[in-house]
T-cell receptor
Framework: AQRVTQPEKLLSVFKGAPVELKCNYS??????LFWYVQYSRQRLQLLLR??SRESIKGFTADLNKGETSFHLKKPFAQEEDSAMYYC???????????FGTGTRLLVSP | NAGVTQTPKFQVLKTGQSMTLQCAQD?????MSWYRQDPGMGLRLIHY???????DQGEVPNGYNVSRSTTEDFPLRLLSAAPSQTSVYFC??????????FGEGSRLTVL
């Protein structure tokens, strides 16, 4: 069965500190992995996907198939990064998306 | 484009009442879905549709009905509301293989 695990409910860091939001998945097929973000009072939106291999707002995420992980990283956190972050997985060719439980990132000045 | 529009934004029901959460998208997306968001449980898929006339169950379908008579609309019906259905509901849509676009959410309280 598809499963996404985000072990941290809350991650609190100071501005300028590195950030790593953990995501592990279990799936036997060929998954596509995503990070979605929900800022306060805004709708959920796509942050990045592993197939794009891009950096958005300074965030990167690398798919590690050996460790079945897709951790989200940013070298220097900003206060505007404070939000709820969800890791999500879907099978290639299908649209059904399975989400993790989410990690709230709080960046303090 | 308005994107994905959900109504109502807030609703309070009594146990046993029924209601429909509306979802409409103007992007001609084939895929639409409903999620519920609960603290500590993330987003869980209730029902989804890959096109007009086609619906299927997600992870937590019990107590909910859906239909997809048009490409644009995907209403979620609560047949007999229960306190366990107190949640924030999100509708989302996408093209095949595309990014999922979400509505603003509907906060439902069942007393």
């Amino acid at each position: 069965a598809q499963r996404v695990t985000q072990p941290e409910k809350l991650l609190s860091v100071f501005k300028g500190a590195p950030v790593e939001l953990k995501c592990n998945y279990s799936y036997s097929g060929s998954p596509e992995l995503f990070w979605y973000v929900q800022y306060s009072r805004q709708r959920l939106q796509l942050l990045l996907r592993h197939i794009s291999r891009e950096s958005i707002k300074g965030f990167t995420a690398d798919l590690n198939k050996g460790e079945t992980s897709f951790h989200l990283k940013k070298p220097f956190a900003q206060e505007e990064d404070s939000a709820m972050y969800y890791c999500a997985l879907k099978n290639t060719g299908f649209q059904k998306l399975v989400f993790g439980t989410g990690t709230r990132l709080l960046v303090s000045p | 484009n308005a994107g994905v529009t959900q109504t109502p934004k807030f609703q309070v029901l009594k146990t046993g009442q029924s209601m429909t959460l509306q979802c409409a998208q103007d992007m001609n997306h084939e895929y639409m879905s409903w999620y519920r968001q609960d603290p500590g449980m993330g987003l869980r898929l209730i029902h989804y549709s890959v096109g007009a006339g086609i619906t299927d169950q997600g992870e937590v379908p019990n107590g909910y009905n859906v239909s997809r008579s048009t490409t644009e609309d995907f209403p979620l019906r609560l047949l007999s509301a229960a306190p366990s259905q107190t949640s924030v509901y999100f509708c989302a849509s996408s093209y095949p293989r595309g990014e999922l676009f979400f509505g603003e959410g509907s906060r439902l309280t069942v007393l």
